[in-house]
């Protein structure tokens, strides 16, 4: 394969190792819904995952945000370690997804703590 090619993404691999080249473990923290606009319960909040369990994307608590989430695969990837606040860029259209509505209010705080190989 050429050395361009993109690496395969979390769901076309099931390998870790594939899709995170040099990343030995992951801890990685979401919180969302900082105002809890969304989620009835503080767990239905708060997700933590290791490289072992790292979802590829991780879904908007906002029941009517569309394409909304975080890409967790290139956010571990273009990311160092620390504490990020992003909020989502998903909107709050029709299910077709014709029309775009509103932003969605939705925002992520996210802890990333990468543990590289040597
Ligand atoms: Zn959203």
Known sequence: MPKH??????G????????FPGIEE??????QD?????????????????KSTLP???????????QGGIDLQSFVLSHSNGEFDIS????EGTPAGRRK????DNHFKIKLNIERTK
């Open 12 to 19: 076309t691999t099931t390998n870790v190792n594939d899709a």
């Open 5 to 10: 090619t993109p690496k395969p993404f979390l």
């Open 56 to 66: 590829k994307h991780v879904q908007c608590t906002n029941p009517r945000c569309q």
């Open 26 to 31: 992951i801890d990685i923290t979401i919180e």
């Open 101 to 104: 509505g509103d932003p969605c």
């Open 34 to 50: 900082p105002y809890g606009y969304y989620c009835q319960h503080q767990w239905q909040r708060v997700s933590r995952y290791t």
């Open 88 to 91: 989502c860029n998903g909107h």
